[in-house]
């Protein structure tokens, strides 16, 4: 296990921060932190960094002190660069600092620069940087010693969509090397797309945490399918398709149209609707609109912090 936190409590005055967190993240897994803002999500990534110390309980981390840090990269909200040095100097302070041999910290860098799309930037003191310039800089800071553990708070922010892209890939390839992620965000179509594991979180209790589909699916929300035809199609084959609940029809000025509920399984909804147009098509119908709603991550974050709203 690369993090264990156990009972984990972090005050601010009268407010609990984090209350009583047990979470542990394993080698080679991403974990996406979520939850509304002032849940405490930044609050457990700046206790794993050993940024600020735990009120109570306890968090065991594989190494200690100097070689902890030296294993670690980590990006926070504010991102600390010397203004008159260039992008590249900044980051190659930082790669020797976590001990990099000068000649691995040039080529690594120099890849780094060209992926984030500021190579062409590098020699240019930092003063220059946009916001989002200066948040690339401070990922290729936290990734260019390729450490054990990452953690980094809503990465994303200010990134242009390839950055966004060129990221998920590398922190993919970290963790298929064995590194433990870990990032906070408030994007849900983020925490899906990325992390294989998330964790729920609001104010300061940890709520659920699990494999994003599975996650969804314990919600027991249903998947509705809407198919528009060209004409009439026998409904009692779509009704046996695995999965499949119940069917209704209707005629429509635009044509007939079919919907089609069903509840989540463990293949994709993708795949479903892809059973029912196949089911569709072998009693001779043609599709030709759909519209498929399935729940989601979003679902299960209303589901638990929606304003009002019981935990299940």
Request: aromatic fraction near 6%; charge should be negative; proline fraction near 5%.
């Amino acid at each position: 296990m690369a993090v264990s936190l156990r009972d984990v409590t972090k005050r601010f005055g009268s407010v609990r921060a984090l209350d009583r967190v047990t979470l542990d993240v394993g080698e080679g897994e991403i974990l996406g932190l979520l939850g509304p803002n002032g849940s405490g999500k930044s609050t457990l990534l700046k206790v794993v960094a050993c940024l600020i110390s735990p009120d109570e309980g306890t968090v065991t981390l594989p190494a200690a002190g100097r070689a902890m840090m030296r294993r670690t990269g980590m990006l926070f909200d504010h991102t600390a660069h010397w203004e008159t040095l260039t992008g590249y100097e900044n980051a190659r302070f930082f790669a020797r600092s976590y001990g990099m041999d000068p000649s691995a910290a040039h080529d690594r860098l120099e890849d780094l620069f060209s992926r984030f799309g500021l190579r062409e930037r590098r020699d240019d003191p930092v003063s220059t940087y946009s916001y989002g310039m200066r948040r690339k800089l401070g990922l290729i800071e936290a990734l260019a010693h390729e450490p054990s553990l990452i953690l980094l708070d809503e990465p994303s922010i200010g990134l242009d969509y390839r950055a966004r892209i060129t990221l998920a890939g590398l922190l993919r390839t970290a963790a298929r090397r064995g590194a433990a992620v870990v990032f906070s965000t408030n994007d849900v179509s983020e925490a899906a797309g990325l992390a294989d594991r998330v964790a729920l979180f609001d104010r300061g209790r940890l709520l659920v945490s699990g494999e994003p589909a599975a996650l969804v699916r314990s919600l027991g929300a249903k998947v509705t399918i809407d198919l528009r035809l060209t004409a009439p199609v026998a409904l009692q084959p779509l009704g046996e398709v695995p999965g499949v609940e119940s069917v209704g029809a209707e005629e429509r000025e635009d044509g007939f149209c079919v919907t089609v509920i069903a509840a989540p399984d463990e293949s994709s909804p993708s795949f479903l609707l892809a059973r029912i147009v196949h089911a569709v098509a072998r009693e001779g119908g043609m599709v030709v609109g759909v519209d498929l709603r399935a729940p989601g991550l979003p679902d299960l974050f209303l589901a638990y912090t929606g304003e009002g709203a019981d935990a299940p």
